[in-house]
T-cell receptor, first 111, second 114 residues
Framework: GENVEQHPSTLSVQEGDSAVIKCTYS??????FPWYKQELGKGPQLIID?????GEKKDQRIAVTLNKTAKHFSLHITETQPEDSAVYFC??????????FGTGTSLTVIP | EAGVAQSPRYKIIEKRQSVAFWCNPI?????LYWYQQILGQGPKLLIQ????????DSQLPKDRFSAERLKGVDSTLKIQPAKLEDSAVYLC????????????FGDGTRLSIL
């Protein structure tokens, strides 16, 4: 099956700085890579996603890059704000439509 | 649109008791997932339904866990008997079947086993 690794497990940044979270996956057939933000007591919420035929996607302060050859993808948050503080999960979906999640990154934005 | 609804939000039981969770997916979403999220970890897929059929239940501990989606809409997940290691948040998610469709999660049921 698919194996998704995520780093770092914790990340602290000053407000206004950028944050980068990286994930690697093992199944070269995986074709869809969403990122989720999970706040305390809530379910994961999709914040951005990327398909395997695209190298980069941006939505305001959030961007995701995908390197299919190296089998890694990254989340970039620019101009971080305190409300960005949460746990972020990457995921990879295989051709069987199953999703495999990383272990999460706890992001703290310091005002 | 209404999101994925789950109940109850919290449940506390003693080991060896049974418990059931309910999920109502987003209207029109044929695919339904149940995940187990242990504190500090990412969600782990337990079972995936396509309409009322099981697509994947390879990680479901079938000696104690069961799930059904009889009419292809609502779903229930049951644990009987519960063990201490079952303490976790149980998340339900749904999605459209078309390729590259994202999952939408409910807020989960937090289960504590005493």
């Amino acid at each position: 099956g698919e194996n998704v690794e995520q780093h770092p497990s914790t990340l602290s940044v000053q407000e206004g700085d950028s944050a980068v979270i990286k994930c690697t996956y093992s199944d070269s057939a995986s074709n869809y890579f969403p990122w989720y933000k999970q706040e305390l007591g809530k379910g994961p919420q999709l914040i951005i996603d990327i398909r395997s035929n695209v190298g980069e996607k941006k939505d305001q302060r959030i961007a995701v890059t995908l390197n299919k050859t190296a089998k890694h993808f990254s989340l970039h948050i620019t101009e971080t704000q305190p409300e960005d503080s949460a746990v972020y999960f990457c995921a990879a979906r295989n051709t069987g439509n199953q999703f495999y999640f990383g272990t999460g990154t706890s992001l703290t934005v310091i005002p | 649109e209404a999101g994925v609804a789950q109940s109850p939000r919290y449940k506390i039981i003693e080991k060896r008791q049974s418990v059931a969770f309910w999920c109502n997916p987003i209207s029109g979403h044929a695919t339904l997932y149940w995940y187990q999220q242990i504190l500090g970890q990412g969600p782990k897929l337990l079972i995936q339904f396509q309409n009322n059929g099981v697509v994947d239940d390879s990680q479901l501990p079938k000696d104690r866990f069961s799930a059904e989606r009889l009419k292809g809409v609502d779903s229930t997940l049951k644990i009987q008997p519960a063990k201490l290691e079952d303490s976790a948040v149980y998340l339900c998610a749904s999605s459209l079947t078309s390729p590259h469709q994202p999952q939408h999660f409910g807020d989960g049921t937090r289960l504590s086993i005493l």
